[in-house]
């Protein structure tokens, strides 16, 4: 039987108001040592962090590699801008999504969750200390290739950073919250390296991941917009590289905002506390 999805705030205090110091801080003193237990879970577990450290190198490289024999010319991309912002893209699917809902369903296996639930976190507390973790590592990884960039590659700064931090905090949530709305038909740890396969493959190759979407014809690139990365990846690759006209950023704005509205809304509908078995 599914313990029905209810993301209750915290208890209060008789005679104390929601929004008192006390309890803003108990609830920060909560979810800072769930997060420092899920780094401990996840620095142990050998395969989460080999998918979240060296895959994503290796598939920057790759889409380098396939970029080459691409001709780039009236994209005004390098292949190394290509490539590294393409990076941000893998590490927003891999270290973010496919490590987080593997994360969800060994915690909600094993019972954790279930037990958390009983104590005084609240639901979004346990959600948020489970992501934090793989979020905090994404972004030392961003940070790295940004530098990276910079140093080895002749790229300039983010030409607007709050474009280009707008589009990677949106899709840090969004990531977050597919993940944690993929694990609800996720039955096993095992069975994740399934489930997480639709997002990864479409995202890669049709969000402008590995390839520009000015490659594509327009009716195709039109509809390459509309999938969940496509606008995240958008903001970030012209809020660093720039060059991109004020409709485009509309557009994917828009995008990737209803993207995380629903992924946000998945996860109080039907991510699921207990175990499947």
């Given at each position: 039987m599914t313990t029905p999805t209810v993301l209750a705030d915290d208890r209060t205090a008789p005679g104390r108001s929601p929004s008192s110091p006390s309890k803003a801080s108990a609830s920060v003193r909560r979810l800072t040592a769930l997060a420092r237990a899920e780094l401990i879970l996840l620095?142990?577990?050998?395969?989460?962090?080999?998918?979240?450290?060296?895959?994503?190198?290796?598939?920057?490289?790759?889409?380098?590699?396939?970029?080459?024999?691409?001709?780039?010319?009236?994209t005004g991309l390098s292949v190394a801008g290509a490539a590294l912002t393409g990076g941000i893209g893998i590490v927003l699917v891999q270290v973010v999504y496919m490590t987080l809902v593997t994360g969800y369903v060994t915690r909600r296996e094993e019972l954790v969750l279930k037990r958390l639930r009983t104590g005084e976190?609240?639901?979004?507390?346990?959600?948020?200390?489970?992501?934090?973790?793989?979020?905090?590592?994404?972004?030392?990884?961003?940070?790295?290739?940004v530098a990276a960039g910079a140093v080895a590659f002749d790229l300039s700064a983010p030409k607007r950073p709050e474009l280009f931090l707008a589009g990677l905090l949106v899709g840090l949530v969004m990531m977050s919250g597919l993940a944690a709305a993929t694990s609800a038909v996720t039955r096993t740890v095992q069975t994740s390296q399934l489930t997480t396969l639709p997002l990864f493959f479409v995202?890669?190759?049709?969000?402008?991941?590995?390839?520009?979407?000015?490659?594509?014809?327009?009716g195709l690139a039109s509809v390459f917009e509309l999938l969940p990365l496509t606008g995240v990846m958008t903001l970030i690759r012209h809020g660093w590289l720039g060059g991109v006209e004020g409709g485009d950023l509309l557009t994917a704005a828009v995008a990737a905002l209803a993207w995380t509205a629903f992924a946000v809304f998945a996860v109080q509908r039907w991510f699921r506390w207990d175990p499947r078995g």
């Open positions: 620095v142990r577990n050998r395969s989460a962090i080999f998918v979240a450290l060296v895959l994503p190198i290796v598939m920057i490289f790759s889409i380098r590699a396939s970029l080459q024999q691409i001709d780039l010319a009236g976190v609240t639901d979004r507390e346990i959600l948020a200390a489970n992501a934090l973790p793989a979020v905090a590592l994404a972004l030392v990884q961003v940070v790295l290739l995202s890669l190759f049709a969000s402008g991941i590995f390839v520009p979407l000015e490659i594509f014809p327009d």
